[in-house]
């Protein structure tokens, strides 16, 4: 059981440069969240969704977007990098429930822009 | 969701219990407390939640005052392993859409040898 594994792990990037982060989880998750974490920070919310084809803004969405397509897979874009935000991203999962349940995360991709 | 404060950092001694405290004054009757920690810039990782009652499981006890304004979290023997940024996170005890965690700074726990 892999968990939420995340793609890539380290990426460095130029300004003005496009990526796609992808973030896939294999326990059936409902929902998923993408956040990032600026050293000695803690982790801030930038876009969820609760389920498939649907998505949110969080606490820090500008300059980021996502898409939902199949329930296992997030996808966080980068349309156009900008030094800000050189960080690590970190994506969870969790399953929909009446109560909240234990949020599992993946172990962060490390991106640099230049 | 209500806010958290902590200490910005602690040192334990090996074997020893870790006591991390956490205020929430301001929580709510429906609030919960969640206790993530986070070692060396890995993915946090959940370690226990509760509403009012103390809590126990492998990993750590959670102990919640009465009033429910404050708690510690406890490590009853600290190991090297243990070294790690602690979150106390407050939120509503039910899933609905928009309600995500929210961290703060934590508390960078040491343990020593």
């Known amino acids: 059981n892999a968990g939420v594994t995340q793609t890539p792990k380290f990426r460095v990037l130029k300004t003005g440069q496009s990526m796609t982060l992808l973030c896939a989880q294999d326990?059936?998750?409902?929902?998923m969240y993408w956040y990032r974490q600026d050293p000695g920070m803690g982790l801030r919310l930038i876009h969820y969704?609760?389920?498939?084809?649907?998505?949110a803004k969080g606490e820090v969405p500008d300059g980021y977007n996502v898409s939902r397509l199949k329930k296992q897979n997030f996808l966080l874009g980068l349309e156009s990098a900008a030094p800000s935000q050189t960080s690590v991203y970190f994506c969870?999962?969790?399953?929909?429930?009446?109560?909240?349940?234990?949020?599992?995360f993946g172990q962060g991709t490390r991106l640099t822009v230049v | 969701d209500a806010k958290t404060t902590q200490p910005t950092s602690m040192d334990c001694a090996e074997g020893r219990a870790a006591n991390l405290p956490c205020n929430h004054s301001?929580?709510?009757?429906?609030?919960?407390v969640y206790w993530y920690r986070q070692i060396h810039s890995q993915g946090p990782q959940y370690i226990i939640h509760?509403?009012?009652n103390n809590e126990t499981n492998e990993m750590a006890s959670l102990i919640i005052t009465e009033d429910r304004k404050s708690s510690t979290l406890i490590l009853p023997h600290a190991t090297l392993r243990d070294t790690a940024v602690y979150y106390c996170?407050?939120?509503?005890?039910?899933?609905?859409?928009?309600?995500?965690?929210?961290f703060g700074g934590g508390t960078r726990l040491m343990v020593k040898p």
């Open positions: 996170i407050v939120r509503v005890g039910w899933n609905n859409a928009g309600n995500m965690l929210t």
């Open positions: 509760g509403l009012k």
């Open positions: 301001t929580i709510s009757g429906n609030e919960y």
């Open positions: 326990m059936n998750h409902e929902y």
């Open positions: 969704s609760v389920g498939e084809g649907t998505t």
């Open positions: 969870a999962s969790n399953r929909q429930g009446v109560m909240n349940t234990e949020a599992f």
